[in-house]
């Protein structure tokens, strides 16, 4: 996951790195009583999780309080690279004396970690690293060494980064390890004018699947609940793999790939996909009811399509989870299920038992996907007749 440059700053402070005075806020008012608590002259920063908001116009200089609401006010709701900027951040400005780039990253082809480091850091890094990619300095770090106070010199003498800058290289390293960071990346890390060494922007972005390990790492995609869809939070919170679509169709698989493909075979039955959920691999009932659950809230679903190809997940197991959705969930939409592999027919057997008027069994993929289209097509005509009736009815 990556973090916004404010949280960020937040993990580089905390470990001993220098970076500006700053808040958040999320109005242009609050961001000029930011302003005034600040010194009154200072940076407004849009935060989004995309680089290059300098050259987009996100990031402007504000002489005193006033400026700074007025800044505020256009960067708020400006779209930069497809991101809506929500909150920006006001930070107290930096006399820059030098720009420098300084980052670590993954490398996966060698096992490794890599230090970035040039002297010529700053917005135009990326023309830099093409047209003189000597400039960009690549130094690989032994994960179990890891950045040595001699490691740390020889990043910056390869970089052609001042003397002064090793504590902070061996911080940027600490950063990336005490939080199972993939990457961390300032640009530019300054020298002011006063000699400090400061980072002006940072880059995080953590390793996701290490998360059971940082119990005390804050929830940081919390931030961006207010930018999603309500079922994506819901789902996030019970770790299930669903992305809302626009369509009739709910859809739930079992791997990313069969999911995908159950995508396709429903759009090519003329109906469209209502989500993406993938149950996963050795999914138990539990799984299934909660991604049923999930998807039958959704009001836009008008059917449902249960695709399992039981491999590890076993179909009865997913019978089982359809069973027990059913204990607490009212189904008040059609279930078309289709399980095929591992335990297929004890699965069907159990959706037999059931014998709920609502759910629907098929054997095929293709007719399972014509059979859930159709349903919706027929709900969504048949809702469209009885508004069409209450709307009759309030005008007469
Ligand atoms: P990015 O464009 O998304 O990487 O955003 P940055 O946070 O890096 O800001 C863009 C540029 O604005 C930086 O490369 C700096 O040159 C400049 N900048 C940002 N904050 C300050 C500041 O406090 N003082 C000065 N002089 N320049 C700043
Ligand atoms: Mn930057």
């Known amino acids: ?42 940076v407004i ?11 987009a116009g996100g990031v402007k200089l ?33 006399e820059v004396a030098r720009e420098m780039y300084l980052g670590f990253t993954l490398d996966r082809a060698a096992g490794r970690f890599l230090a970035i480091a040039s002297a010529e850091g700053g917005m135009e890094i990326e023309e830099v690293a093409a047209r003189r990619p000597e400039a960009v300095a690549r130094i690989a770090v032994d994960p179990a060494e890891g950045v040595t106070e001699a490691k740390a010199a020889e990043i910056a003498v390869a970089g052609g980064l001042p003397r002064e800058t090793t504590e902070t290289i061996r911080r940027l390293w600490t950063v990336l390890t005490a939080h199972d960071a993939l990457l961390v990346e300032v640009n530019p890390l300054v020298v002011t004018r006063s000699g400090a ?7 995080v972005t953590l390793d996701d699947n290490a998360r059971f390990r940082q119990p005390s790492q804050p929830s940081w995609d919390a931030a961006d609940d207010r930018a999603r869809d309500p079922l994506e939070t819901r789902a996030a919170a019970a770790g299930l793999g669903y992305v809302k679509l626009d ?16 995508l396709d075979v429903v759009a090519g039955c003329g109906a469209r996909p209502a989500d993406f959920l993938d149950i996963g691999g050795g999914a138990s009932a539990q799984v299934m009811a909660d991604g049923l659950g999930l998807v039958l809230d959704d009001p836009d679903v008008r059917s449902v399509l249960v695709n ?5 997940t076993a179909c009865d197991a997913v019978a089982d989870g359809i069973v027990r959705a059913l204990d607490t969930v009212t189904l008040t939409k059609p279930l078309v299920v289709r399980l095929d592999g591992n335990n297929a027919a ?32 027929s709900a969504a005509s048949a809702a469209a007749d009885t508004s069409a009736a209450s709307s009759d009815t309030s005008a007469a």
């Open 1 to 42: 996951m990556d973090l916004y440059e404010h949280q960020a700053r937040e993990l580089l402070h905390d470990n001993g790195v220098l970076v500006p005075r700053a808040e958040v806020v999320d109005t242009a008012e609050a961001a000029r009583a930011a302003a005034e608590r600040l010194g009154g002259r200072v």
């Open 45 to 55: 920063k849009a935060q989004v999780k995309t680089g290059g908001r300098g050259k």
């Open 62 to 94: 504000a002489d005193d309080p006033a400026a700074a609401e007025l800044t505020a006010r256009r960067i708020l709701g400006m779209d930069i690279k497809g991101h809506t900027v929500h909150r920006v951040m006001v930070a107290e400005p930096v």
């Open 197 to 203: 060494i400061v980072a002006l922007d940072g880059k």
């Open 247 to 262: 369509g009739q169709v709910g859809v739930i698989g079992n791997g990313a790939g069969l999911v995908m493909s159950t």
């Open 308 to 312: 399992v190809f039981g491999g590890i």
């Open 346 to 377: 004890r699965g069907r057997a159990i959706l037999g038992q059931l014998a709920h008027p609502l759910v629907h069994q098929a054997d095929t993929m293709d007719g399972a996907a014509a059979r859930a289209a159709e349903l919706a097509v």
